[in-house]
């Protein structure tokens, strides 16, 4: 049984407004940010100022997705029944910052997170948070690059 190919989308030519699609049996993957997360010391109020500045929907995520810690969704853009943005755009979350040295992190979409692990560290990366499974969303692992900037990689459950 023939299942779906990942490539990435450069390698066609083409370029895609969303993250992916699907033609052909060939699931097209863009390497580009799709999920942010802000750490926060004081939720009600990085919420407060979020909402004020920008307008975005920040509420309580659900219980499984958060793994029981306190986390918000941040909506930049609308999403539908299964939390997916509707029109082009980058959503994020909050989480209770209990260690002063966490920063904002860009995740960053992948096909297979080992195979982009095993990128990372022979580029001179580095992994800081192993690989883990994120409940109904995928497979997640942050890194810092040379320079010690954070970011992460995210492949998606549905592949």
């Keep these: 049984m023939l299942g ?3 490539v990435p989308a450069q390698s066609h030519g083409f370029i895609s407004s969303n993250n992916y699609f699907c033609l052909k049996k060939v699931k097209i ?3 580009t ?12 109020k990085l919420k407060k100022f979020y909402s004020g500045v920008f307008g975005w929907k920040i509420e ?7 793994g029981g ?3 918000l969704m941040i909506s930049t853009v609308p999403v539908d029944e299964r939390m997916m943005p509707t029109r082009p755009g980058v959503n994020g979350g909050m989480y209770k910052n209990k260690n002063k040295n966490l920063k904002p992190v860009n995740y960053i979409s992948v096909e297979s997170a080992d195979e982009y692990i095993d990128k990372i560290k022979k580029l001179g990366g580095k992994i800081i948070a192993p690989k883990q499974e994120v409940p109904q969303v995928g497979w997640t692992a942050t890194a810092e690059d040379p320079e010690g900037n954070q970011f992460a990689i995210l492949q998606p459950m549905n592949q």
Excluded: R, T
């Excluded at 799709?34 to 926060?40: N, T």
């Excluded at 309580?60 to 958060?66: A, F, I, P, Q």
């Design 4 to 6: 779906n190919v990942v």
């Design 29 to 31: 993957l863009d390497h």
């Design 33 to 44: 940010v799709v999920h942010f997360e802000i750490p926060a010391k004081d939720s009600d």
């Design 60 to 66: 309580k995520g659900n219980e499984l997705m958060s």
């Design 69 to 71: 810690m306190e986390y």
